[in-house]
């Protein structure tokens, strides 16, 4: 919403500057989004007199013009046809910067003759693009010579433009603006002006009709016309066209110019029709299937029966509250005119503009509720300017319906403002602030009846008022007031998965990944590739094809980054995100992944190659020693679950596995990503990924905090390797297990030490060495006893596995 | 010659043969050929048994005190031997220190902004009292908007940029319209319904706005916060962000600047700015937050009387203050998960902040 400060006196007695009001319109809810004076660019531009005009003595299409600027009388070479002798223009010295043309005026001769400045045209002065000529002002101003230009024609008033909230219909209006202005005592409203001579004495010869189905009755509840008959249609006056020119509308006609400025100037779109055009009764209706029109912004539109349009008894001429037709609009020949002033309802006025798409002042101003007590005064007003701008004689006023009533009465206890502000205000000063606003404030003491104005229809309720009275007091002066705290050290307050999700970030981290936050929505086939694509988890509206699909899972957005930093000349990359992922549209099934890749030659003691011996290629080990130090992280002895080869498909089966506790619950999946899923996410492989379920990891319970005893036994561990030849299908992890079952006292760790097939061995066959720690507990081992724990080792592993000991 | 004269002559030998050994070897072969079993010092104590009786006595206390001088000249020599090869194996050893070393996990890993600045945040909110709610990124319409008391057709509907679920609200019967929740303020509601006040709480994460330019990504972080009681008010509000601006900007004092403003489901509303000279540039406002005193209607949506219970929210984006502490120029830059950008932006994992260390160490 853009005014000029003169417009806003129009309304405002005030003598406050454009910063002071546009602070105070910031602070009460009208954010001023920019002041911008044209009057600046043009301080130095100042009006002259061409006292002569002679042709250059060297150029044909150039004049030397002798210029009267006020203070002296100096030499201008001058190429405009219009330049003339005795004519007012705009004269720039050197020296001056012209906006239009971006140059810095210099001293030098053109064709020889030295000109001592310039005389513009309104092109050069960016105020249009008009560069027929120079800037010829009326003989009026022949007694400004040497004034500036912009003082002179009233161009120095500043454009302030006012982001208006939703719920302020009534400042899409100058009016409104000054009214809350007022209120917060930076001037005084003007009283209203009452158009006089408006009445007519004819009836409307064209009726009006509302031919509204019950259902859709609000639709448009009142519609009011006035005939005007024998208009001169030309010009509007020039301040008008100023003004609207000055907030970016562009002069058409005196009587559309008048319905654009009251629109601006009080929030109430008007329309008017040539009443020529029209045949039989003009009426609101609902649109009906395959009618269409073409609208003033040059497009045809199709209507549908949710539309609430104006037609008359031949066609559709235009969407109420959003756009007239082309066809019933007004030229300069246009003799008898018909004027709307109606009320449209907002819900259906917003739905027909998202519908069209169209953006119009009209729809601004109605799906945000226009005022309806200012339907038959906003008449009578448009009516007297447009008789002041074409003439004419106006009819008498033709209603159909009646304006929606307005009767929000709101019992209210001035004590609410501290309760829910925290501000003590006195009583007086909140109900003249009520009624400056415009609100009737009924009673006395301290719980008063409140009436709200018809153009505010935001106000339902109490903390309403709270707000206004708040809003214009100023929320600076609410003074703060410490929260109560509770006692004492402050609580934790993270859940369990919170302080997972945070603790799992860090041991990430600490393992050399990189954190990385990368979309939520991936694009379809990607997320179909890591097992989504659930119905409900589409996008109505992607702003992308990449971003349509909920991902299903980390690792597509984790792998399209890697390809991304190795575009960019890295070499190794190790990125892992810890956020949510998605199963469904429904709440539970969004879940918490911890997950991460390792591409090249990246693991936990460095990437890349180095002197001492380069890192790994990163493979199923690097991802496995991640989720394992992870779970550690997160208080879980990864040893406790089940590893199986069932990781899903997007790993390589032969090299991935799942971490399980019984065949439902699914902790983590590790391993290499499958060539196939890397070809689909054009990475090259291979590449070690993780899936950590965060959520997942059973909840340690911990009874106290005291730790158990540390059992350090004060005789010497000893260790014994053993060499089992296995089937090369069998688990290490079976082997472990078997070794470690064969004594749980006496036996404190196994370890495995070497890993070694060949043809020696025969085919389908491994080799297994173990390392087992033997830890006494009350005694010394003889060395029976060392023999007898290590006969049950090789008897238990051969039991469980098949193994042999190797000799 | 005289028995003295012998030995003397033969301790002046021995002397300058143990001077004289180069190396271990060395003089350890002139410990044998001295003192060892057939060693010339043994051979003339044998000479002893053919002297006359009163001779032997000095003879042999001459000899004893050779072998003794001997001896001590000898480990005098091999301790120096050996220093001198200890000496000299160092020598050999000396290796090139400038040879690069590897950083080390700890130095490589990096946490990234957002993740940091939650951790900040919770740890402030924390200390203030406040839990941390959470709901899902895919949120009904009802709970995104008309709880919220944005019902249907609201004009602040469209201005939210709304992301729809394919198929929600028509296909399946009854079923609701589904969206991506355009801010955190569903979990306001997720949380009145769950539990009774008082409540105090954050709420952070993931929302997404149809939107996408210089300064705007379609997914971005925001945090939330409730408060409500019976008692808090506009007061409180402004106290509460005045505390959180100092400790999160780790500054002594904010200016910070409150003014009206409309959000549908706060009344009265006001946005906040706050005085850039936090972040050391002083002489501009900066926008950082919207709240209000929480709507009596979206109260009473969540089955709580408003005539007696009352509060206040905020909301503001967690990338847009994780910018403005850490000067990090680009909103889009946080989500393009660029090694360089992490590497130079990001925190290490023992970056953990406290109230008590200090939030950023």
Redesign the interface.
């Known amino acids: 919403m853009k005014f000029t400060l003169s417009w806003l006196k129009d309304h405002l007695d005030t003598e406050a500057n454009a910063e002071v009001l546009a602070d105070k319109l ?4 009208l ?1 001023v989004e920019s002041i911008d004076d044209p009057g600046k660019k043009l301080a130095p531009f100042t009006i002259a007199r061409v006292l002569e005009a002679k042709p250059h003595p060297n150029a044909d299409r150039l004049r030397v013009c002798k210029v009267d600027t006020g203070s002296s009388i100096v030499e201008v070479v001058c190429g405009a046809p219009n330049a003339k002798s005795g004519m007012i223009g705009v004269f720039a010295s050197i020296g001056t910067y012209i906006p239009g043309t971006g140059i810095t005026l210099e001293a030098k001769p053109v064709r020889g003759v030295v000109s001592a400045g310039m005389l513009v045209s309104e092109k050069e002065l960016e105020l249009s693009d008009d560069h027929r000529g120079i800037i010829e002002l009326d003989a009026a101003f022949a007694d400004k010579l040497g004034e500036r230009y912009a003082d002179a024609l009233g161009l120095s008033d500043p454009v302030l433009d006012v982001k208006v ?4 219909p009534d400042c899409t209006g100058v009016r409104g603006i000054a009214r809350d202005l007022a209120a917060a005592n930076l001037g005084k409203l003007k009283p209203d002006k009452k158009p006089t001579g408006v009445g007519g004495d004819y009836d409307c010869p064209i009726d009006i009709k509302l031919e509204l189905p019950r259902h859709a009755a609000d639709a448009c509840p009142c519609f009011a016309g006035r005939y005007i008959r024998g208009v001169k249609n030309g010009a509007a006056p020039a301040w008008m066209q100023q003004r609207l020119k000055a907030v970016g509308l562009r002069p058409i006609n005196a009587l559309v110019d008048v319905t654009n400025y009251l629109s601006l100037d009080r929030g109430r779109p008007l329309h008017v029709y040539d009443a020529d055009k029209l045949q039989g009764a003009i009426r609101a209706r609902l649109g009906r299937r395959g009618e269409r029109f073409l609208a003033l912004d040059g497009k045809t539109y199709q209507v549908d029966d949710t539309m609430c349009v104006i037609a008359d008894e031949r066609a559709v001429l235009g969407f109420g509250g959003i756009m007239g037709g082309e066809e019933t609009g007004t030229t300069t020949d246009t003799r008898n005119v018909l004027i709307e002033c109606a009320y449209f309802d907002p ?1 259906r006025t ?2 027909t503009g ?1 519908k069209t798409g169209i953006v119009s002042d009209a729809r601004y101003r109605f ?2 509720g226009v005022d309806p007590a200012f339907i038959l005064p906003g008449l009578d007003l448009g009516t007297g300017m447009m008789l002041e701008a074409a003439g004419g004689e106006p009819s008498r006023r033709k209603v159909a319906g009646a304006p929606p009533e307005t009767k929000t009465v709101i019992s209210f206890s001035f004590a609410r403002v ?6 003590k205000l006195p009583e007086k000063e909140m109900r003249a602030t009520l009624e400056a606003l415009g609100f009737a404030v009924e009673g006395k003491g301290g719980t008063v009846k409140v009436k709200a104005p018809s153009w505010r229809p935001d106000i339902h ?4 008022l ?2 206004e009275v ?2 214009i007091a100023g ?2 002066k ?6 109560p ?2 006692s004492g050290v ?6 369990e998965t ?1 302080k997972r999700v ?1 603790h799992a ?17 991936i694009p379809e086939v990607q997320a179909k590739a890591f097992g989504g694509g659930q ?10 094809s990449e ?1 349509t699909t ?1 991902r299903p899972s980390l690792l597509p ?2 792998l399209a ?1 890697v390809q ?2 190795r575009n ?1 000349g ?1 070499a190794d ?3 892992f995100e ?3 992922a ?1 199963r469904g ?3 539970k099934d ?1 879940f918490v992944a911890a997950s991460g890749v390792r591409a090249g030659a990246s693991a ?4 890349g190659r ?3 011996g380069a890192a790994p290629e990163a493979g199923l080990f690097e991802a496995k020693s991640d989720v394992v130090a992870l779970l550690a992280g997160l208080g879980f002895d990864a040893g406790k679950a089940q590893v199986a080869g069932e990781a899903p498909s997007w790993f390589h089966p032969g090299r991935s596995a799942a971490l399980k506790l019984g065949p439902k619950l699914t902790l983590a999946h590790f391993g290499e990503v499958h060539p196939v899923t890397l070809e689909l996410m054009d990475v090259p492989g291979p590449v070690a990924a993780f899936e950590v379920f965060v959520e997942a990891i059973p909840a340690q319970t911990r009874k106290s905090l005291a730790r158990p005893a540390l059992e350090a036994a004060d005789l010497l561990p000893l260790r014994r390797d053993f060499a089992f030849l296995l089937d090369a299908k069998v688990p290490a992890g079976d082997v472990m297990r078997a070794a470690m079952g064969a004594d749980k006292k006496l036996i404190a760790s196994v370890s495995v030490f070497d890993v070694f097939e060949g043809e020696a061995l025969g085919p389908g066959k491994k080799s297994l060495a173990l390392e087992v720690t033997l830890q006494p507990r009350d005694k010394t081992l003889t060395d029976a006893e060392i023999e007898a724990v290590a006969q049950r080792i090789v008897a238990e592993v051969k039991r469980a596995t098949g193994g042999q000991i190797r000799a | 010659m005289t028995d003295h004269t012998k030995i003397s002559a033969l301790e002046k030998a021995l002397l300058a043969e143990i001077a004289g050994a180069g190396d271990l070897d060395g003089i350890e072969r002139v410990r044998i050929a001295a003192l060892g079993k057939k060693g010339r010092v043994p051979e003339l104590m044998a000479e002893l048994g053919a002297l006359p009786a009163d001779q032997r006595r000095a003879f042999g206390q001459a000899v004893n005190g050779l072998k003794t001088r001997v001896g001590e000249a000898l480990e005098v020599r091999k301790a120096e031997l050996e220093r001198g090869a200890l000496t000299a194996r160092l020598a050999a050893e000396i290796t090139d220190v400038t ?2 070393v ?5 130095q ?5 902004p ?2 940091q600045v939650f ?1 900040e945040v ?1 740890e402030i ?8 709610a ?5 949120e009904s319409d009802d709970l995104n908007f008309t709880k919220l008391n944005i019902p249907p ?1 609201h ?2 509907r ?2 939210h940029d709304t ?6 609200g028509k296909e399946r019967d009854n079923a609701p319209v ?1 969206v ?1 929740r355009t801010h955190t303020s569903p979990v306001q509601i997720r949380t009145m319904l769950a539990q009774k006040p008082p409540i105090r709480i954050i709420a952070p994460g ?1 929302v ?1 706005r ?3 330019d210089a300064t705007h990504t ?2 971005f972080h925001q945090i939330e916060g409730l ?1 409500i009681d019976e ?6 509000l ?3 962000l ?1 505390e959180f601006c100092k400790a999160f900007f780790e500054v002594g004092e904010v200016r910070m ?6 959000f549908p489901f706060t ?5 906040v700015d706050i005085d850039a000279a936090a972040i050391g540039k002083p002489g501009k406002w900066l926008e950082i937050l919207g709240s209000g ?1 929480v ?2 209607n979206v109260i009473s949506n969540c089955g709580l009387d408003p005539e007696k219970y ?1 509060g206040f929210a905020f909301g503001m984006g967690l990338d847009r203050i994780a910018m403005l502490k850490y000067a990090i120029p680009d909103l889009r830059d ?7 950008w ?2 130079h932006y ?1 925190f ?3 970056d ?1 902040p406290t109230l008590a260390g200090g939030l950023s160490g």
């Open positions: 910031s602070s009460m809810g954010e909230t939703p719920n302020r819900l917003a739905a998202r799906e945000r501290e309760k829910f502000a925290g501000i309720g109490p903390a309403d709270v707000e708040v809003r929320l600076d609410v003074p703060s007031a410490p929260m705290r509770a402050a609580k934790p307050v993270l859940t919170q945070r970030r860090r041991v990430l981290a600490a393992r050399g990944l990189v954190e990385a936050v990368t979309w939520s929505f119905p409900g988890l589409e996008l109505e509206n992607p702003i992308s971003m909920m957005g984790l980054a991304r930093n960019r890295a990359v190790g990125l810890v956020g949510q998605y549209d429904a709440p969004q936990l003691a460095g990437s180095h002197w001492t | 040879l690069p590897r950083a080390g996990p700890l490589d890993g990096r946490i990234h957002v993740s951790d919770a909110f924390g200390d203030m009292g406040f839990s941390i959470e709901g899902p990124d895919i057709e004009p602040a469209q201005e992301f729809y679920m394919k198929g929600t589904m991506l993931r997404y149809m939107d996408s379609p997914m408060v008692s808090s008010h506009l007061g409180h402004k106290w509460c005045e600047r409150f003014r009206a403003s409309h009344e009265p509303s006001m946005e005193m709507h009596p009352q946080m989500f393009a998960a660029d090694l360089r992490l590497r990001g290490t994992a023992l953990i």
